[in-house]
């Protein structure tokens, strides 16, 4: 047993992620997790809560799997660490690299071994800008991100994440520019859909003329933007999008740190989902479940053709690369995901939970419900004629989250919003729980306003 108030003084000593770090003290400390099974977690109060959040996006495939913790030991009597410097490697490295280019689309051949995501995106751009130079194309080094995006908290990461994300914080500004959210509840007035996608392609051949083609590298994009707030494209925006950027030779990196390993029903969103075909994925979250902390940079046979041309040298490394622990996790996490059918319980079940949390669209403050199977998010509104935004200082968001949590279910609050990424393995009973919670906070919270 631990005893809390221990706990709760040494993690004095902890700086939290993205956290409050001066109301964590005021508000009564933070919030302990002790243990975990399946799709529930447990409180240093005792309590049992439903994860809504999977942990933060990332154990798809639920907590506690015998499966994956021993293949992870397993591992580590075996071989507790080595390196994939210079010509070094070790069995299971190579077996992942093997098992996820299988899986990914078929141009993406080999990959890159991190242990975060922030960290994959920077790999991908630091290939990406090397490439350029190898192409005689050193000017090329320019990012095309977008308004809402997320892509980590690296220095590089963070200035390819949307402005809102770093206020008073310090980023290398001056290598990315923000294309416009492609947020379409939030669209202007009297736009259609289509039209809307339009003006977003139009800005985006726009904004590529101004810059210039040969000052700009890539295209950074979520097929579905995640933290900026579950951001759905219009329809065929990202098919357009990759249309432009191979016209003016702009390299696409698909960010599927929450879409891949079957969140929408497949392992990758990118072309199965979406229909197109990135020169790059990232991934990491749902690779291992969050298991052990490991990240992929995917990359094309033509770019990997030129980075490892006679005389090159991949100037680019990481101790941790490819970690024997993380890749047992990565692949037991997999073999579990194919034998229990995952896609396939994704494609069915995700569909139910999509349609019970829209199902909380009758609802007088939720504005809009968007998202994909176990990715979703419930925009508050304080009037949904106008979709009047609540003042910042009602905290919307976390109401709601207090109020669920009190019913026992996890959410996680972003502004005005709640935002759903369960564990994969929900049952249809489970689903309901959820929506039941949900309503019944939203009620309590709307009456109390
Ligand atoms: C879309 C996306 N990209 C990148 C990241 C950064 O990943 P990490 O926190 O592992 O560095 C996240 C994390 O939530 C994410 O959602």
């Known amino acids: 047993m631990f005893d809390l108030e221990k706990v709760m003084f040494m993690n004095s000593h902890l700086i939290h992620s993205f956290a409050d770090l001066h109301g964590i003290k005021q508000d009564g400390g933070p919030t302990v997790i ?13 309590e049992k809560l439903l994860d809504g959040i999977g942990g933060l996006w990332c154990v798809n495939i639920g907590h506690g799997r015998k499966e994956i913790i021993e293949a992870i030991s397993k591992q580590l009597y075996e071989l507790d660490y080595y390196s994939t410097f210079y010509n070094l490697t070790h069995p299971l490295a190579a077996e992942l690299a093997q098992k996820i280019t299988d899986l990914a689309p078929a141009h993406l051949t080999h990959v890159y071994f991190a242990n975060s995501w922030s960290v994959a ?15 005689s194309k050193p000017k090329k080094k320019k990012i095309l991100s977008r308004i809402g995006a997320y892509h980590g908290s690296t220095h590089l990461a963070i200035a390819m994440t949307t402005p809102a994300y770093r206020e008073g914080w310090d980023s290398a500004e001056d290598l990315v520019h923000h294309l416009s959210s492609p947020l379409t509840y939030r669209r202007p007035d009297g736009m259609s859909e289509d039209e809307f996608c339009d003006f977003l ?103 990997y053709d030129v980075i490892s041309a006679p005389g090159d040298y991949f100037l680019h490394g990481m101790t941790y690369s490819g970690h024997p622990a993380c890749a047992a996790a990565a692949l037991a996490n997999i073999a579990l995901m ?21 199902g909380l669209g009758d609802l007088d403050i939720v504005g809009d419900v968007r998202g994909s199977h176990f990715m979703i998010g419930i925009e508050f509104v304080a009037d949904k004629s106008s979709k009047k935004v609540f003042a910042g200082e009602i905290m919307i968001g976390k109401r709601v989250a207090r109020a669920a949590q009190a019913r026992g ?22 689903v309901n729980d959820i929506g039941a919670i949900l309503r019944d906070s939203i009620l309590e919270v709307q009456q109390n306003l």
């Open 201 to 303: 392609i139009e800005e985006m051949k726009t904004t590529i003329e101004d810059i210039g083609a040969e000052n700009i590298a890539c295209f950074i994009a979520e097929p579905i933007m995640g933290a900026g707030g579950v951001i759905v494209p219009p329809k065929g925006y990202h098919q357009r999008a990759e249309s432009v950027m191979r016209d003016y030779e702009i390299k696409t990196i698909s960010d599927e740190v929450v879409t891949a390993f079957c969140r929408l029903g497949s392992f990758f969103a990118s072309e199965e989902v979406f229909g197109i075909k990135p020169d790059m994925i990232t991934v990491a979250k749902g690779l291992t479940s969050g298991y052990q902390p490991m990240s992929a940079t995917l990359i094309s046979e033509e770019i």
């Open 338 to 358: 194919e034998k229990e059918g995952l896609p396939q319980h994704v494609q069915h079940m995700g569909k139910i939970f999509e349609n019970t949390i829209r």
């Open 409 to 430: 279910l996890v959410v996680r609050p972003l502004g005005h919003m709640a935002v759903l990424s369960p564990p994969l393995i929900l049952s249809e009973e489970q």
């Open 34 to 46: 002790t243990s975990a099974e399946g799709a529930y977690v447990r409180n240093s109060e005792g």
């Open 121 to 135: 995106n920077d790999s991908a751009v630091r290939i990406l800008h090397h490439y350029f130079n190898r192409i």
